[in-house]
Nanobody
């Protein structure tokens, strides 16, 4: 059974940092691309970042580029999201997702289409990130 479990969320002040983890099991983690996405209250799921299966290629939304870093440890079957210079607009539930490919789309327009998240085959339970003073 494929399982994805995000953790590491919490309450942080603006300008602060958090590191999210996504522990996985039930599949060969090193064979698949992974992504992070987030959902703020009353808003649609927003793609945040993606990484290919071997961790050599990353891709970010414009809203987080330069502040967030996606990475993975294939020996530990774990995906990470390092979040720096956090803003109140980053407040959301953060989810990790698995692609059924070694790489994921690298076209920002793809992630603006309704239903883009259906292209991933698994999503985990999320972790809440709240940025507030």
């Amino acid at each position: 059974e494929v399982q994805l479990q995000a953790s590491g969320g919490g309450l942080v002040e603006p300008g602060g940092s958090l590191r999210l983890s996504c522990a996985t099991s039930g599949f060969t983690f090193s064979n698949y691309a992974m992504s992070w996405a987030r959902q703020a209250p009353g808003k649609a799921l927003e793609w945040v970042a993606s990484i290919n299966s071997v961790g050599l290629a990353t891709f970010y939304s414009d809203s987080v580029k330069g502040r967030f870093a996606i990475s993975r440890d294939n020996a530990k079957n774990t995906l990470y999201l390092e979040m720096n210079t956090l803003k109140p607009d980053d407040t959301a539930v953060y989810y990790c997702g698995k692609w059924d490919e070694t790489d994921s789309p690298r076209d920002h327009l793809f992630y603006e289409e309704d239903g883009w998240s259906d292209e991933l085959d698994y999503w985990g339970l999320g972790t809440q990130v709240t940025v507030s003073s």
